[in-house]
């Protein structure tokens, strides 16, 4: 009776065992798939956040390059700019201003003004001149505008002028202006974009 009991005993044990190990084996096995479950989560998220990180590092790069491209294209275009109106203000502004402070080349213009202006629009003109000019201006306008003064020209001298003169009816209203600074803005203007040619674009 023993003997069958220590059987019994032995083979209660055994099935135990085995029970208890297949369930181990299934809790490890479980275990392992959840495990690698979980590794290739990780992997898949660690993935997903290099190529983000890899993309924004390029777009990053990307925008810098663009924006450095467009200021250094700024700068230079910028310094073309103030090059060429350094070497028109050489080429421009002194020889206007030379041409326009002699009394017998403000006479021609002033007469070939109210020429224009005589032949389109009725009324009486005034030629506003520069106060400091006037002892050099006045002879040489007398002896080249005698007719138009006879006409109803009239002048006024202005202590806000240069260079040139300025025109406009007697009644009022706009004036036209001819001054030095007039001329110098109309030939740089003309002149701007063949200069910058000339200069970078050879």
Same mark, same amino acid.
């Given at each position: 009776?023993?003997?069958? +009991?220590? !059987?019994? %005993?032995?083979?209660?044990?055994? =099935? #135990?065992?085995?029970?208890?190990?297949?369930?181990?084996?299934? +809790?490890?096995?479980?275990?392992?798939?959840?495990?690698?479950? +979980?590794?290739?989560?990780?992997?898949?998220?660690?993935?997903?956040? $290099?190529? *983000?990180? @890899?993309?924004? /590092? $390029?777009? %990053?790069?990307?925008?810098?390059? $663009?924006?450095?491209?467009?200021?250094? /294209?700024?700068?230079?275009?910028?310094?073309?700019?103030?090059?060429?109106?350094?070497?028109?203000?050489?080429?421009?502004?002194?020889?206007?201003?030379?041409?326009?402070?002699?009394?017998? %080349?403000?006479? =021609?213009?002033?007469?070939?003004?109210? /020429?224009?202006?005589?032949? &389109?629009?009725?009324?009486?003109? !005034? @030629?506003?001149?520069?106060? /400091?000019?006037? &002892?050099?201006?006045?002879?040489?306008?007398?002896?080249?505008?005698?007719?138009?003064?006879?006409?109803?020209?009239?002048?006024?001298?202005?202590?806000?002028?240069? %260079? #040139?003169?300025?025109?406009?009816?007697?009644? &009022? #209203?706009? *004036?036209?202006?001819? $001054?030095?600074?007039?001329?110098?803005?109309?030939? *740089?203007?003309?002149?701007?974009?063949?200069?910058?040619?000339?200069?970078? !674009?050879?």
């Amino acid at each position: 009776m023993d003997n069958r +009991i220590s !059987e019994i %005993t032995e083979k209660l044990y055994k =099935e #135990g065992v085995e029970k208890g190990e297949l369930r181990a084996d299934e +809790i490890v096995s479980k275990a392992k798939e959840e495990a690698e479950a +979980i590794l290739a989560d990780a992997r898949a998220k660690a993935k997903e956040l $290099t190529d *983000k990180a @890899a993309a924004d /590092a $390029t777009e %990053t790069r990307r925008n810098v390059e $663009t924006e450095l491209k467009m200021a250094s /294209a700024q700068a230079l275009d910028a310094l073309k700019k103030a090059a060429t109106d350094a070497v028109l203000a050489k080429c421009v502004d002194a020889p206007v201003s030379g041409a326009l402070s002699d009394p017998e %080349t403000v006479a =021609e213009l002033l007469k070939t003004v109210v /020429a224009q202006w005589s032949a &389109g629009k009725e009324g009486k003109l !005034e @030629a506003i001149l520069p106060a /400091a000019a006037q &002892g050099k201006l006045e002879k040489a306008l007398k002896a080249a505008l005698a007719k138009e003064l006879k006409a109803g020209l009239s002048f006024s001298w202005s202590d806000r002028l240069r %260079t #040139g003169f300025q025109v406009r009816p007697q009644d &009022g #209203g706009y *004036k036209l202006s001819f $001054t030095a600074e007039d001329f110098a803005e109309f030939f *740089k203007d003309f002149l701007r974009a063949r200069a910058r040619a000339l200069m970078f !674009e050879a």
